[in-house]
């Protein structure tokens, strides 16, 4: 399966890149250019529910008619679609890298590759980060990614930096999961929702894909009253 890199702010000032077995992404933090997203804790965390428009490429937390996040995700491109249907939060990993693909390292050099092609002897292999991994199907899930306007994933839902921290909080392993090519959101709040323009930032150094400090955890508060 080929591999695509693409880029993304992450939480303002860090990089960090995350991958799924059948959907790669490669995200950093070099552009000025900012995205934020505000969520709301909901009054009965039983309650919520998420939804997906892929149409749309938008993203609903709902605790019923109340909206608690809206952004928009990158689904998964022809060939590689993301599946439709009801389905459920299974798992979650705030700090998980990929057992395939990612990184062998020997010092400072360091270079991308697969787990079972080592490029020389004293290399250690080091996975491709997958931030706040939420799964709802085997090899599908919600992770944080550059989200770009068109679809560009293998099948699983991308979010960007500034949001999977915070839709990692308002789900739980249990969570109705709803995926549909529309979403009656669509026509109200999905339709000025803005969306993130730094996904073709410039690559971060590979040196820090294989640190601990990819999985920095954000600053401040990740949910809001309201």
């Avoid at 798992?91 to 092609?117: C, E, L, Q």
Wanted: net charge positive; charged share 15%; glycine share 8%.
């Amino acid at each position: 399966m080929r591999i695509h890199y693409v880029r993304a702010l992450y939480l303002g000032t860090a990089i960090a890149f995350a991958f799924l077995t059948g959907c790669e992404t490669f995200t950093t933090a070099l552009s000025g250019k900012k995205y934020e997203v505000a969520a709301y804790k909901p009054r009965n965390p039983d309650s919520v529910r998420v939804k997906v428009s892929l149409q749309n490429r938008m993203v609903y937390v709902m605790e019923g008619n109340r909206p608690l996040l809206v952004t928009p995700t990158t689904i998964g491109k022809a060939g590689a679609t993301t599946p439709t249907g009801s389905y459920h939060v299974t798992d979650k990993i705030r700090r998980k890298r990929s057992n395939t693909y990612g990184f062998w390292a020997r010092g400072n050099d360091v270079r991308p590759g697969t787990s079972d092609h080592a490029p020389g002897s004293g290399y250690h292999y080091v996975g491709y980060p997958m931030a706040y991994w939420v799964e709802f199907k085997p090899a599908y899930g919600f992770h944080q990614g550059a989200v770009w306007p068109i679809p560009h994933s293998h099948g699983c839902l991308r979010l960007h930096p500034n949001a999977a921290p915070k839709f990692f909080a308002l789900v739980h392993v249990g969570t109705p999961v709803y995926i549909s090519q529309t979403q009656p959101e669509d026509q109200t709040i999905g339709k000025t929702a803005p969306r993130p323009s730094d996904y073709s930032d410039p690559d971060p150094p590979a040196t820090y894909m294989v640190s601990d400090a990819v999985f920095a955890p954000p600053q401040g508060p990740l949910l809001l009253d309201q």
